[in-house]
């Protein structure tokens, strides 16, 4: 493997009102270069499939309000749960929760073994720049935070975008991994345990 093998991503800036911009991230240096990028430890939220947002592991105390998240339809299928009470399936369009820091996108192999990250596609590019310009706008963070602190919970419950606002990544031109073949990684082949059919289950192990 190349050193300068880049990946695409989609870098979303915590200071003012900036919005995404695409950026490169080198394969080989990958965790040296979002620690760079979020100042800090990194860590991982999922908002729609096959892909992560990055952000500061200690943003919530060392860094700037940056976007309120806003549930997507893939959390509302995918059963995620209100960061309110840890109990309640989200809905689509429910405040999630906000990030604090600049942000950084990337995809997920699902190929490679360690779910290795990989370049967002052209039609995941456009998704992310959705969602960060018309879902989760620049200045959207502090507006929740503010919400937070003057009128609690309740307050911030009310925030919500309609469900019609998002895109799907088919309206890009993409494919779900449900409507992919997805091909055993290169070098790695399929297990064939179809012969544990013929073996009763308390025998197996």
Known sequence: MEDDEKMQALYVPAYGDSLPRRIEIRKEHE???LQKLVGGDVEPLDIYENTTIWCNAEGL???IPNRAIFATP???EAGFLSQFDFKTPVKTGD???VLHGDLVVL???ENSYGERSRGLTEPELKLYEHYFTEISRPLSGEFAILALQHGGKDEAARLRVPANAFKSLEDFGGRTSADMD???EEGHEEIDDSWLDGIDEEDRF
Do not use: H, M, S, V
Request: with cysteine; charged share 20%; hydrophobic share 45%.
């Open 182 to 184: 997805i091909a055993p």
């Open 107 to 109: 995809g997920i192999d």
């Open 61 to 63: 105390y060392e860094c």
């Open 74 to 76: 893939w959390q509302e």
């Open 31 to 33: 965790l040296w270069d």
């Open 95 to 97: 405040f999630f929760t």
